[in-house]
């Protein structure tokens, strides 16, 4: 495969899902070992709860090698048994405020709560509202003014102050919560409860928006894997048996029948069939395949049931790889909010140790009043807390991702965001992105008739077939307000087309190599079909009795909007590339039609790579 220019941006709507992700090369996956387990974690929000679950559990004695992935909501570490039992650790992550359970319990996940029906959501809920009467009241009561306010921070700064204090005592004390704690208790000591209060409400607004952002990536996660089944019809002594597809192995016979999703990849043993594999290759047109033929799971059986070999574990199958792409760019922090947090971690004890100094040493040597010293040290202490600076990153990069996803665009992570602003090229996927997603028909050719009666005919035999191309067919049809012609006898030839019964005349529809079995294909014919598929597009030949009756062209088209969001993109000064899983052909025909670099015949792996 060609590489790409330095600094590009992959983008790609479709529900596939390929994970491009520049600059999360240093966020290598933890690497498991017999000694690994693994928990699943509810109610992070943002990456200082991944670091302070991660410093908190590097306390306890035989753990080691611990890891959150936020987009994954999984922890996963080494743990030494004898030392330090499963139950403990769990513990231990419960008392910083999250749930737990390890993955391998057997334990069946429990339903999503609404965003709106959380703990944190409902305390910023409340804090809000006791912000609000504390105002009105400290207007009609002005002496309680000071004590109204500072009891809306203490209600608002409790749970944030426990959690700080529960970090701090398992070792990690400079977590992001403890500065807030810090910061709000200093307004108040130096009566500056105003803004403690407007201090903690942001920093709690903060979470709760990094917390909607994170339940996005999460949702884009849980929609790729409603691509597999649930369920796969196993073959034992040649009758199938409905069983989970999680459960399917290597070298079983499954049965996939017309319309159903394959359950894993596989090897086609048996039959013969067209397939959708749109949602893992985006290939637009389903393809014919048979005995021998590789397919891929996620993908869509169309015509014929098929008996199909396993080759690859419910773990490693296509989906579960590309889920696994997706999660690693996802779990990719952006450089500027890896290297805040690294400069928090020192900069908060030089700001603390340097206010130490302020209330302590000037009174000594005699240069004022303890009073006053320990007021500006306080003072000092609320100016140089850094929550605003370590929250900015996080908070500027959910609003963008949340920009984004209004836009239909999802960008994945932090990482990729920062690298849009260096971006020289972007990779775009074809179907769905570039194009409609679904094909049209472009071309109708008629021979010794008009092309309504055409359309009238095909009309009639591909009518009850759920086929994408049969769909274009009637749907043009339809545009053009014509009626379909009445067909008996119609059946799916497997792999190859369909057929029916007009007017007493046997008629087929099909690809051009299949048709010359029923009719031949005059020279003048094959030629114009040679120079419809130059162009990328797919000829149905429709033949009556034992002749060519017409030809029909199909092709996914773009979008009303491309041509002129690249022509955007070239005014700018950036390089656009087309990836997709269509043939050769197809894509450079697509390719020319926008003017825009192309890379056919690619799997999701080979466009991450």
């Not at 836009?407 to 932090?414: A, C, M, N, P, T």
Request: glycine share 8%.
């Amino acid at each position: 495969m060609a590489e790409l220019p330095a600094n590009t941006v992959c983008n790609d709507d479709h529900a596939h899902g390929d994970a491009c992700s520049a600059g999360s090369a240093d966020e290598a996956a933890p690497v498991l070992t017999d000694r690994s387990r693994q928990f699943r974690i509810a109610g992070m929000d943002c990456g200082s709860c991944a670091t302070t679950i991660t410093t908190a559990l590097s306390g306890l004695p035989g753990v080691s090698n611990a890891n959150v992935s936020l987009a994954r909501e999984i922890l996963t570490l080494d743990l030494d048994g004898s030392q330090t039992a499963v139950e403990e650790v769990e513990k231990t992550v419960r008392s910083l405020g999250f749930g737990t359970a390890p993955i391998d319990a057997g334990k069946t996940e429990t339903a999503p709560v609404a965003w709106w029906n959380t703990p944190k959501t409902r305390h910023l809920l409340h804090s809000i509202a006791l912000s609000v009467i504390a105002f009105a009241g400290s207007l009609l009561v002005p002496a309680l003014e000071s004590v109204l306010i500072t009891a809306a921070v203490a209600y608002a700064l409790v749970p944030i102050a426990k959690r700080a204090f529960i970090a701090a005592r398992l070792g990690a004390v400079f977590t992001i919560q403890m500065l807030m704690t810090i910061a709000a208790v200093g307004a108040v000591i130096i009566g500056e409860q105003h803004e403690a209060l407007l201090v903690v409400l942001l920093f709690m607004v903060g979470e709760f928006l990094e917390g909607l952002a994170a339940e996005k990536a999460r949702s884009g996660i849980k929609a790729l894997g409603a691509l597999l089944p649930a369920e796969a019809w196993l073959l034992e002594d040649g009758e199938p048996r409905q069983i989970s597809a999680g459960d399917l192995q290597v070298d079983q016979l499954v049965l996939v029948r017309p319309g159903d999703r394959f359950p894993a990849d596989g090897e086609i043993r048996e039959g013969t069939t067209s397939i959708d594999e749109s949602p893992v290759t985006g290939e637009s047109v389903p393809v014919g395949k048979g005995q021998g033929d590789a397919v891929f799971a996620g993908t869509v059986n169309h015509d014929a049931a098929v008996q199909v070999r396993v080759t690859q574990s419910a773990e490693n199958n296509t989906i579960a790889r590309i889920i696994a792409l997706v999660e690693e760019a996802q779990d990719a922090r952006a450089p500027t909010e890896r290297f805040i947090e690294r400069f928090s971690k020192i900069y908060m004890p030089i700001i603390i140790a340097i206010a130490v100094a302020v209330a302590i040493v000037p009174p000594l040597i005699g240069m004022g009043s303890w009073e006053t010293w320990t007021y500006r040290a306080l003072a000092l202490l609320l100016i140089g807390c850094p929550c605003a600076l370590v929250i900015s990153v996080p908070a500027a990069i959910a609003a963008s991702l949340s920009a984004g996803a209004r836009q239909g665009i999802l960008i994945k992570g932090g990482a990729v965001m920062e690298e849009l602003a260096r971006a020289t090229a972007v990779v775009f996927d074809k179907t769905g992105t570039l194009t409609q997603g679904k094909p049209d028909v472009t071309d109708v050719i008629a021979i010794d008739r008009s092309e309504e009666d055409l359309l009238a005919l095909v009309t009639g035999v591909e009518l009850g077939s759920s086929h994408p191309l049969a769909e274009a067919i009637c749907r043009e049809s339809r545009a053009r307000e014509i009626a379909a012609a009445q067909a008996v006898d119609i059946r799916v030839v497997p792999g190859r087309g369909m057929q029916g019964v007009v007017a007493g005349k046997p008629v087929f529809i099909g690809a051009p190599r299949f048709a010359a079995e029923h009719a031949p294909l005059t020279e003048p014919l094959q030629t114009q079909i040679a120079g419809l598929e130059a162009a990328g597009k797919t000829v149905a030949v429709v033949t009556e009795g034992d002749a060519v009756t017409g030809l029909l062209a199909l092709r996914d088209e773009p979008r009303a909007s491309t041509r002129a969001g690249l022509a955007e993109l070239k005014s700018l000064g950036i390089t656009a590339i087309m990836m997709t899983g269509d043939n050769q052909r197809t894509a450079a025909a697509i390719g020319d039609d926008l003017g825009i670099q192309v890379q056919a015949e690619m799997l999701p792996e080979d466009k991450a790579r």
